[in-house]
């Protein structure tokens, strides 16, 4: 983004809000917009257009499940969800609403502005100075190329990338990638995910031979070298 992204907070507890908007200003360098109820929300997202949503759960006119849901409707734009509701049942809830991420309350200012600084990175075409220029991903488009080559990867192998290219040369473990590629908290074993990363390597290489972007780190999990 050439400017600096908006975000819209949706939160009924004016301190709380104000306590965001000022660490996404000054911390983040983001723009922000306040909105107290959730019946006003989806309006004023209409006419921001913001690049993403900070959702409170716990709102007036309209709560913020309702208010995802009406988001989802028109728009695949970044939501998380901030509450104090820790529920597994409400956790599944929001995520399957189209939550891209999930804050509990208490929490702390900076790690909601590192929070939203990640989803915006995944959110539109991953590409940074740390990230092979070589590969390309639109998560929006859910499309990812390599020398110009287009990969033809399953919704698995898929997020499985745009999880490695969240953050190049940084190692994730097995746990971790299982919880990026499967949202429903399935469990699986080592062995499918490492299955999942012997299948994305091959048609890496596939479309651009010789290509090792995933690297092993023993004993540990797997990072995107860069």
């Known amino acids: 983004m050439t400017e600096p992204a ?8 004016a301190k ?3 306590l965001l908007c000022d660490y996404l200003e000054k911390v983040g360098g983001y723009h922000t917009r306040w909105v107290a109820r959730g019946d006003e929300a989806v309006q004023v997202f209409n006419e921001t257009l913001p690049d993403l949503v900070l959702l409170d759960l716990m709102l007036p006119g309209m709560n913020g499940l309702e208010v ?3 988001i989802r409707l028109k728009s695949q ?3 998380i969800m901030v509450t104090a509701l ?3 049942i409400d ?4 995520l399957e609403l189209g939550a891209d991420d999930y804050i509990c309350k208490p929490f702390s200012p900076r790690e909601v502005v590192a929070r939203v600084k990640a989803v915006l990175r995944r959110s539109g075409i991953l590409a940074s100075g740390a990230l092979p ?16 080559r287009p990969l033809k990867l399953s919704p698995v192998e898929f997020a499985l990338l745009c999880r490695l290219a969240a953050n190049p040369g940084q190692v994730f473990s097995r746990d971790q990638l299982m919880s990026a590629i499967y949202k429903d908290y399935r469990i699986v074993s080592d062995r499918t995910v490492d299955t999942h990363v012997k299948n994305l390597r091959r048609k890496l290489s596939d479309a651009s ?3 090792e972007l995933i690297e092993s780190v023993y004993g540990i999990g797997y990072r995107l070298a860069t």
């Not at 908006?6 to 507890?13: G, M, N």
């Not at 220029?133 to 929006?140: A, G, K, N, T, Y």
């Open 86 to 88: 820790v529920e597994e």
């Open 209 to 211: 031979p010789g290509t």
């Open 77 to 79: 734009v970044p939501v």
């Open 6 to 13: 908006t975000i819209l907070v949706v939160e009924d507890e």
């Open 68 to 70: 995802c849901k009406a």
């Open 91 to 94: 956790r599944l809830l929001g």
């Open 133 to 148: 220029s070589r590969l390309q991903i639109d998560e929006q488009r859910h499309t990812a190329s390599i020398d110009n």
């Open 16 to 18: 709380i809000a104000s």
